[in-house]
């Protein structure tokens, strides 16, 4: 650590972005990072430690755009949340209810500001890495997209492709607990489905994230904000489920994916993803579509080809929450980017009035 860096050079952008990142978390389901945001943010004006670690974002060369798409105060957070879970932080952890915290966040300051000087070397790599997350709401959408293609599919067995899967946690959709009063509570299609066997789940994702491991598992749970108790349930169930459903994970980007995908005889090979789209440059969106568009001409009665996605919906105008559309497209029935249902970002619950 060095000896502090001078309050008043270039960290008004910054300043203005740790306040509003506060604000935005304390008045969307985490009341602690709220607070906490707030102490890092009059530490960077008093020049302490949160500015030497966040110098990279301070100065007249960065711009404020910059600093909002990079989010370093969720990467420090995610940071932080890790050393919690993983108990290297216990006196943070008295504020954290991940962990069974209950002491009030007013109280937090020096030991937050203590956790940034012990743990430096670890939070600076942490702060390199943008935060990803792998929302397993998202699958009620996805698995209601299944049901309606399972239903014009008489049941055939199911191969399941995702692009920008992160963790590949709704690749196991069919096994989580999805459904009305269930923890992935969501009320799923009125549609008549046959049973159908997911015999294949292969997710791309050029940073894809093993939740089979001890370190995927805390990447995927350090993401989530600690007071949001309902989130954190949902993928701990869901990494539960994922020891015992494997699925293959590729690090490959989301067009190659597509690119590589063959169909095969008396299946469908069902193509997925949520929440990546806006990712994706527009000479990698035009080459998926494309693939997408060979895969659909290729489909026979036999060998057949679905594309589901829940992605972000039309601007809904000033200060109205987004929508997120599950669209749905199969072949060779001819149905091409159906509108079935929408909900909020986190997936549920998913409002199936909309089908077209
Ligand atoms: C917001 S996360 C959503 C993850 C997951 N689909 C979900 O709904 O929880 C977006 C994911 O897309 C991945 N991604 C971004 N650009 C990509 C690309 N060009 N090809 C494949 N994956 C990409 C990111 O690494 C990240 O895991």
């Given at each position: 650590m060095t000896g502090g860096h001078p309050p008043d050079v270039g960290t008004g952008p910054l300043l203005a972005y740790l306040r509003s990142q506060a604000a935005y978390c304390a008045s969307h389901g985490s009341p602690l990072y709220g607070v906490l945001g707030g102490f890092l943010a009059d530490d960077v004006e008093a020049g302490g430690p949160t500015a030497d670690l966040l110098a990279a974002w301070i100065g007249p060369q960065v711009r404020p755009e910059t600093i909002s798409d990079d989010v370093p105060l969720l990467r420090l957070f995610g940071g932080l949340h890790r050393l919690v879970l993983a108990r290297q932080a216990p006196e943070l952890a008295l504020y954290f209810p991940s962990v069974g915290g209950t002491a009030d966040p007013a109280g937090a300051r020096p030991v937050l500001l203590a956790a940034l000087t012990t743990h430096?070397?670890?939070?600076?790599?942490?702060?390199?890495?943008?935060?990803?997350?792998?929302?397993?709401?998202?699958?009620?959408?996805?698995?209601?997209?299944?049901?309606h293609v399972a239903g014009w599919t008489g049941g055939l067995p199911v191969r399941l492709f995702e692009i920008g899967t992160s963790g590949g946690?709704?690749?196991?959709?069919?096994?989580?607990?999805?459904?009305?009063?269930?923890?992935?509570?969501?009320?799923?299609?009125?549609?008549?489905?046959?049973?159908?066997?997911?015999?294949?789940?292969i997710g791309g994702d050029l940073f894809p994230v093993d939740a089979e491991t001890t370190q995927g598992r805390l990447i995927l749970t350090s993401y989530v904000w600690p007071d949001d108790v309902r989130r954190l349930e949902r993928l701990r169930a869901a990494l539960a489920v994922a020891v015992d459903v494997p699925a293959q994970l590729l690090r490959i980007g989301a067009?190659?994916?597509?690119?590589?995908?063959?169909?095969?005889?008396?299946?469908?090979?069902?193509?997925?993803?949520?929440?990546?789209?806006?990712?994706?440059?527009?000479?990698?969106?035009?080459?998926?579509?494309?693939?997408?568009?060979?895969?659909?001409?290729?489909?026979?009665?036999?060998?057949?080809?679905?594309?589901?996605?829940?992605?972000?919906?039309?601007d809904p105008g000033a200060d109205r929450p987004w929508r997120h559309e599950v669209r749905l497209s199969s072949w060779p029935d001819g149905v091409v980017d159906l509108l079935i249902g929408s909900a909020p970002a986190h997936g549920v619950p998913v409002d199936w009035s909309t089908v077209a």
């Open positions: 430096e070397r670890v939070l600076r790599q942490t702060l390199e890495r943008p935060p990803q997350t792998n929302e397993v709401g998202r699958s009620a959408p996805l698995l209601g997209g299944l049901a946690l709704n690749l196991r959709a069919d096994r989580l607990p999805v459904g009305p009063g269930q923890l992935i509570d969501s009320p799923l299609p009125a549609v008549v489905a046959p049973p159908y066997e997911v015999v294949e789940r067009a190659d994916l597509v690119e590589s995908i063959e169909l095969r005889p008396g299946m469908v090979t069902v193509l997925w993803h949520s929440v990546m789209w806006q990712y994706l440059d527009a000479a990698e969106r035009a080459r998926t579509l494309a693939a997408v568009a060979a895969l659909g001409a290729q489909a026979s009665a036999s060998a057949r080809f679905a594309y589901v996605r829940f992605e972000r919906g039309p």
